[in-house]
Nanobody, 115 residues
Framework: QVQLVESGGGLVQPGGSLRLSCAAS????????RGWYRQAPGKQRELVARIAIGGTTNYADSVKGRFTISRDNAKNTVYLQMNSLKPEDTAVYYCNVVAGGRAFWGQGTQVTVSS
């Protein structure tokens, strides 16, 4: 089992920045992929960014060049730095890890981009 605790969401104006954090605990030795997904009202949950155990990253086209995923292995934490935020980035952001062939999810953190 892996437990995930997210932090860092909030309200920000268009063009602003936020950094999300996701701390993992439990069977973290088996984690091989860490990522962030988001779900806007009335829409399906979508991948935002992910980072594999070897360091390979993938981003949704809509966030390339604006968002950066990173990790601190010593802290078992994955980050999502979000710059140049747009109103369409408004969503609940979920941390996700794949460990031992299973997916685990955080509770979600709200990001609202509005003036």
């Amino acid at each position: 089992q892996v437990q995930l605790v997210e932090s860092g969401g909030g309200l920000v104006q268009p063009g602003g920045s936020l950094r999300l954090s996701c701390a993992a605990s439990g069977s973290t030795f088996s984690i091989n992929v860490r990522g962030w997904y988001r779900q806007a009202p009335g829409k399906q949950r979508e991948l935002v960014a992910r980072i594999a155990i070897g360091g390979t990253t993938n981003y949704a086209d809509s966030v390339k060049g604006r968002f950066t995923i990173s990790r601190d292995n010593a802290k078992n934490t994955v980050y999502l730095q979000m710059n140049s935020l747009k109103p369409e980035d408004t969503a609940v952001y979920y941390c996700n890890v794949v460990a031992g062939g299973r997916a685990f999810w955080g509770q979600g953190t709200q990001v609202t981009v509005s003036s």
